[in-house]
Nanobody
Framework: QVQLVESGGGLVQPGGSLRLSCASS????????VSWYRQAPGKQRELLAA???????NYVDSVKGRFTISRDNAKNTVYLQMNSLKPEDTAVYYC?????WGQGTQVTVSS
């Protein structure tokens, strides 16, 4: 049973933007925090951003000012707006809710 579904990844040029979505059918989705992570080849999975049920957000320094996490409780969806993308942002991006992970969506930043 799939708990979380990410979408919105793809190939983008440096400086471009993408918006990732994390959708869930879980009835408790809106009462817990949701986080976005990424994992580049050969590297550990790293936390990027998180949003509480009340909309409080936190970011790691490497994406602060470029990425924005938000949530639409009516749609049971959390978003990650990514601007000013760099080649080093290339990775598989995952969302996490409680102890559930999505399947990931590939983001490739290349000219």
């Amino acid at each position: 049973q799939v708990q979380l579904v990410e979408s919105g990844g793809g190939l983008v040029q440096p400086g471009g933007s993408l918006r990732l979505s994390c959708a869930s059918s879980r009835s408790d989705f809106n009462i817990y925090a949701v986080s976005w992570y990424r994992q580049a080849p050969g590297k550990q999975r790293e936390l990027l951003a998180a949003i509480t049920s009340g909309g409080i957000t936190n970011y790691v320094d490497s994406v602060k000012g470029r990425f924005t996490i938000s949530r639409d409780n009516a749609k049971n969806t959390v978003y990650l707006q990514m601007n000013s993308l760099k080649p080093e942002d290339t990775a598989v991006y995952y969302c996490k809710h409680r102890y559930y992970w999505g399947q990931g969506t590939q983001v490739t930043v290349s000219s």
